[in-house]
């Protein structure tokens, strides 16, 4: 009978984790630091992450972070991100780094309008080489408006 009771909780502890999601804030993701590295392929200067411990914990981990929606999508080749800051602030020559911008693939399109506030979940990307793409990426997002 202690042996049923045991597995049983053990299956509801298990599956309600399964399920679950970190929530995080921007500070999480100010955990890196960045060196310049020069690309062949673009004849350019790339900032390449090193990415810190705390952050590095959250990679193929479900998270959620709450931000403004951006959309850069051209035609069918769809192109979103999540930003610390407002696309109507500037949010690069405002200050921002790459730190502050994660991309998301979602599962489906989203009817989120510019600069909405929203939250989103998926699981977390740490990128440190491919210069086409952020060095934060949010894969199998969902999202919800916030505002």
Not at 51 to 67: E, L, M, T, V
Request: hydrophobic share 40%; charged share 25%.
């Amino acid at each position: 009978m202690h042996k049923i009771v045991f597995l049983t909780l053990l299956f509801i502890c298990t599956k309600f984790n399964l399920f679950s999601q970190e929530k995080l804030t921007w500070n999480d993701f100010a955990d890196v630091t960045f060196s310049n590295v020069y690309s062949a392929v673009y004849d350019d200067i790339f900032l390449k992450p090193k990415f810190g411990p705390s952050i590095k914990s959250y990679q193929g981990i479900r998270i959620r972070i709450k931000g403004y929606f951006l959309d850069f999508s051209i035609e069918e080749d769809e192109f979103y991100l999540i930003s610390k800051n407002p696309r109507s602030s500037c949010f690069f020559c405002g200050g921002a780094g790459p730190e502050s911008v994660i991309e998301v693939v979602f599962r489906q399109k989203p009817n989120f309008k510019m600069d909405q506030i929203v939250e989103v979940t998926g699981i977390l990307e740490l990128n440190t080489d491919d210069v086409d793409h952020c060095n934060y990426i949010l894969k199998k997002a969902t999202g919800r408006l916030v505002q």
